[in-house]
């Protein structure tokens, strides 16, 4: 009876929406049972795009070893206790070493309950609050912060890329990309050949020569992913410099002409042409930063973004100017430059003037 009653309301329905024709210059279409199955595939597909890739695969990567701990003490991994999540969170602490990698992990299993529309209230307990604020006393951790490339170390950088040949040529343009325009390593290079998406990663039409300089049109980072805007980045021209990005990017186009704008930045040409990636670039930039006689421990493409920042804040550029030039919305870009400008605080000296004076007058 209902389905008959859901028939005749429906069919009165379509009747109207027919006897006011369009509106707005929209129709009514009839879904089909075959249509309304290709609309729950398609509807779970783009649920999935609501992470990008990186962030599903930390997410299977935590709920993956949540629930094999769980399977190995024989413990409910939905809606578990508090008293379960302190077990947890002891096991992670025997194999991590920063409470922030733990804090992440639970938050793991937090999402695990919101993909399943389960409760958790552990999640928010007492008990499991004082155990994560136990984490932050007992386990005293550094982060392990890179060291910012210097303006001289760059120049020897470029150097070394000119011995190189082709391959440096493009090593190069990396390089000085990720310093003038404080660009993180994503959106110099994809992570693989097969992950590449010119809708995401930077390609070659995404360079706009704009005397003096030139303009990298950013299409996504880590803090602009809605592929709604875009972000501009310019980059300066250095006459007469083996470190002008502009002469470099150039040369490079020159040597490795692509087909489309739609092709990634940086390419080799051979038979078939091969996208360079962001491992590669990684065992590149350490090399070259070993043959200089730097320890490759305290550098990487990240000391790239690091050293364009400090560089920049050095110069007297204001904070917020260099926030936006690399794409930074919070105010986690002191801790790119703070290492570097210690030595610069007028703290101690303004500490230490009076004192000098007492002593240089004698009293």
């Not at 398609?42 to 399977?71: E, V, W």
């Not at 552990?122 to 136990?134: D, N, T």
């Not at 980059?235 to 040597?255: D, F, G, K, R």
Request: glycine content about 6%; aromatic content about 8%; some cysteine.
């Amino acid at each position: 009876m209902c389905g008959c009653v859901n028939r005749i309301c429906y069919s009165s329905l379509v009747s109207v929406m027919h006897n006011l024709g369009s509106c707005n210059g929209y129709h009514l279409y009839l879904v089909t049972g075959t249509d309304l199955r290709t609309l729950e595939r398609d509807m779970r597909k783009r649920k999935r795009s609501a992470f990008r890739p990186g962030t599903s695969a930390n997410h299977k990567r935590q709920i993956t070893l949540y629930i094999s701990f769980c399977l190995h003490y024989g413990l409910a991994y939905i809606d578990p206790s508090s008293h379960v999540m302190c077990l947890y969170v002891e096991f992670l602490a025997r194999s991590f070493t920063a409470p922030g990698t733990i804090r992440n992990y639970i938050s793991g299993v937090n999402m695990l309950h919101k993909l399943t529309s389960n409760q958790f209230p552990a999640m928010s307990s007492f008990e499991l609050s004082m155990m994560l604020r136990a984490l932050d006393l007992t386990m005293l951790h550094t982060p392990n912060r890179r060291l910012p490339v210097t303006p001289h170390m760059l120049h020897q950088i470029c150097s070394v890329c000119d011995s190189l040949g082709n391959t440096g040529v493009v090593i190069k343009v990396a390089v000085l990309m990720g310093y003038f325009g404080f660009l993180r390593q994503s959106n110099i290079a994809p992570r693989s050949a097969a992950t590449f998406d010119h809708k995401r990663h930077t390609c070659r039409g995404d360079i706009i020569i704009s005397p003096p300089g030139l303009i990298v049109v950013l299409k996504w980072t880590k803090t602009l992913q809605r592929g709604d805007q875009t972000h501009l980045v310019p980059l300066p021209e250095i006459p007469n410099s083996p470190a002008c990005p502009v002469l470099a990017y150039q040369h490079m186009a020159n040597i490795f002409p692509t087909r489309s704008s739609n092709d990634p930045l940086l390419t080799l040409s051979g038979k078939s042409p091969r996208i360079i990636t962001c491992g590669q670039l990684r065992k590149a930039f350490n090399a070259i930063i070993t043959n200089l006689g730097y320890n490759p421990h305290a550098y990487s493409l990240h000391s790239l973004r690091a050293g364009g920042a400090t560089a920049a804040y050095k110069a007297g550029v204001d904070y917020t100017q260099i926030k936006r030039h690399g794409t930074w919305t919070s105010d986690s870009f002191w801790g790119y430059i703070a290492s570097e400008t210690a030595d610069k605080s007028p703290v101690p000296h303004a500490l230490a003037d009076p004192l000098s004076q007492i002593t240089k007058n004698g009293l």
